[in-house]
């Protein structure tokens, strides 16, 4: 709900649904035959959006830092990640689950496999057990995506050097290094 209210308000932003591609190519749920597949497809999807110029929305569970980091890693730059998280009550996911897929696998699968998220990364925390949760919620992100600070603007992101600066620089500190070894 939140990833197809955001491509709905901002015309920038695109949306990749993952569970939708597992019913397009498989007719199936989490996981699906070939979950390889799926994720290869997500990343070219995500990488072509990126370089014609639309932000991304990965409309995934990805409940470990092994799936997260793949999801948030691209060829195409510059790209600032956020990484939502949900805190849903467990009885409430559990309603969802039955209601969207039949059975309470997804949800026993996602608790299963968990991880706290690694540090990097900008993390917005975002409660939805209730609508008006779920609209409280979705009005502070639009204040921090419409913001004019924010730690996943290009701007207020470190830039990382490229190989180039990085061989510059350590040239120099080698120059530097043996002048001062013969002076010593």
Not at 8 to 13: E, F, R, T
Not at 47 to 64: C, E
Request: glycine content about 4%.
């Amino acid at each position: 709900m939140l990833a197809k209210r955001l491509v709905a308000d901002y015309p920038s932003m695109a949306r990749i649904g993952v569970d939708e591609l597992r019913e397009m190519f498989f007719n199936e749920t989490f996981p699906c035959r070939d979950e390889y597949l799926v994720y290869s497809m997500i990343a070219e999807m995500r990488d072509t959006l990126l370089k014609r110029g639309y932000s991304v929305v990965i409309d995934s569970t990805a409940p470990d830092n092994v799936t997260r980091e793949f999801l948030l890693t691209t060829e195409a730059s510059p790209v600032n990640s956020l990484l939502v998280v949900f805190a849903v009550e467990r009885e409430v996911l559990i309603e969802r689950s039955l209601e969207r897929f039949g059975t309470s696998d997804p949800i026993n699968a996602y608790d299963r496999r968990w991880e706290n998220p690694k540090g990097g990364i900008t993390i917005f925390k975002f409660r939805s057990n209730t609508v008006e949760e779920f609209e409280a919620y979705y009005a502070r992100l639009r204040e921090v995506l419409e913001s004019e600070v924010h730690p996943f603007k290009p701007e207020f992101q470190p830039r990382l050097l490229t190989l180039r600066e990085i061989r510059r620089a350590l040239k120099e500190f080698l120059r530097k290094r043996q002048k001062q070894d013969s002076e010593g």
